[in-house]
Each structure stands twice: as structure tokens, then as C-alpha cells.
């Protein structure tokens, strides 16, 4: 008789531990979808409302064109405009990758675009287009360097050759903190990092 209720027992401490062992997998595999639920939610919360991408059609056109990577061209615009076209900073830059009509003009000559119009850096496939193409001149210009390409958007191509010339940086330079400018430090982090997240949530193929 001890026996027999040893063994019952023994039965409902095995189908315990199997009940709990379930209420652990099952609560395992609750807390995978909801993560995963909210992984997507986060994603399409971020594409919403901070990294929106507008104009992805063109920023791959003219990306493809002009041989620069899309994820940098977006990651370009959305810190100088946040794909807002109508904007002009205090300096006269214009549209959504803030041009200067100076500049602009001088892209417009390199391309042999022939119907240029400061009123058409308003639109976003022109605007788009010059911007790229002078990114991608920058890229050729510093050898592909990602820190000298982009101070030069930012403070001015002749800036950074005169950087370049006093301190003695060659093409391999890679220290955005010596760089003088602060805006221009804080600039390349702003994009470098804009661009890993448009990397990550819309080319993860790339």
C-alpha cells in the first residue's frame, strides 16, 4: 500500500514538472511573438515618423546614376531638410538637400543642364539630382573618404582642402574630432548614423 502511494506521488510530481515545463514554453514562446509584434510595430513607427523616406524612387535613380550609395543620399537629405522641400536656411540654401543656388548653378553646368532656375531647386527630382551628382563629385574628389566627403558638403570643398594643407591629413583621414568646425563635426555624425538607419529599415539587402 506504501507503494501504490509512492507511486501516485511520484505520478503528480512528474505531471507538475510536465505542466510547468509547458506554462515555461508556452510563456517563452508568448514573449518571442510580442517581441517580434513589437519589433514591427517599431519599424513601421520609425519609417512613419522619424526616418520617413519620400522621394525613394528618385534618391535610387539619381543613387544608381551617379554611382553614390542611396542610404548616404538619404541619410544626407533627412539631416538637411527632413525631405521637407520648400526649406531655406539663413544661408540661402535651398530644398531638400540645401543647395546653394551658386552651387547649384555650377552643377547645372557640369551636367550641361541647360533649363536651370533657382525656382526648379524647388522641385525634388532637380534638387535630387544636383545634389547627388555633387555628392558623388565630392566622392571622386576625396578618394571615396565618407568624414572628408561629407565636411566638404557641409563647410565647403576648398574648407577642407585648407583643412587638408595645414594639418597635414592625407586621404586616409578619419578623425571627425579634429575637424575645427563643430557644426561640421556634429553634421557627419548626424548623417553617418541617418544613414545606417535608412540601411537598416529599408535596405537590408543592400
Not at 116 to 145: D, V
Not at 173 to 185: A, H, S
Request: charged letters at 25%; a neutral charge.
Amino acid at each position: 500500500m506504501a507503494e501504490a502511494f509512492h507511486l501516485r506521488l511520484e505520478e503528480r510530481r512528474e505531471k507538475t514538472k510536465r505542466r510547468n515545463r509547458n506554462w515555461v514554453i508556452a510563456a517563452c514562446l508568448l514573449f518571442c511573438l510580442a517581441g517580434a509584434a513589437f519589433a514591427v510595430q517599431s519599424e513601421r513607427f520609425q519609417k512613419k515618423y522619424i526616418y520617413p523616406y519620400p522621394h525613394q524612387e528618385l534618391v535610387a535613380q539619381y543613387a544608381a546614376q551617379y554611382r553614390v550609395e542611396s542610404s548616404l543620399v538619404a541619410g544626407v537629405i533627412m539631416s538637411e531638410s527632413k525631405f521637407q522641400d520648400e526649406v531655406h536656411s539663413d544661408r540661402g540654401a535651398v530644398g531638400l538637400m540645401q543647395l546653394m543656388p551658386t552651387t547649384a548653378a555650377w552643377v547645372a553646368e557640369q551636367i550641361e543642364y541647360t533649363d536651370y532656375s533657382m525656382e526648379k531647386l524647388h522641385e525634388p527630382a532637380t534638387n535630387i539630382r544636383f545634389g547627388t551628382w555633387y555628392l558623388s563629385s565630392l566622392q571622386k574628389e576625396f578618394c571615396g573618404n565618407e568624414v572628408l566627403m561629407l565636411a566638404a558638403y557641409n563647410a565647403g570643398r576648398g574648407t577642407v582642402h585648407s583643412w587638408m594643407e595645414e594639418r597635414g591629413w592625407d586621404m586616409n583621414f578619419t578623425d571627425v574630432n579634429q575637424i575645427p568646425y563643430e557644426e561640421t563635426r556634429l553634421y557627419i555624425g548626424r548623417v553617418l548614423k541617418n544613414r545606417e538607419k535608412y540601411r537598416d529599415l529599408y535596405e537590408r539587402n543592400y
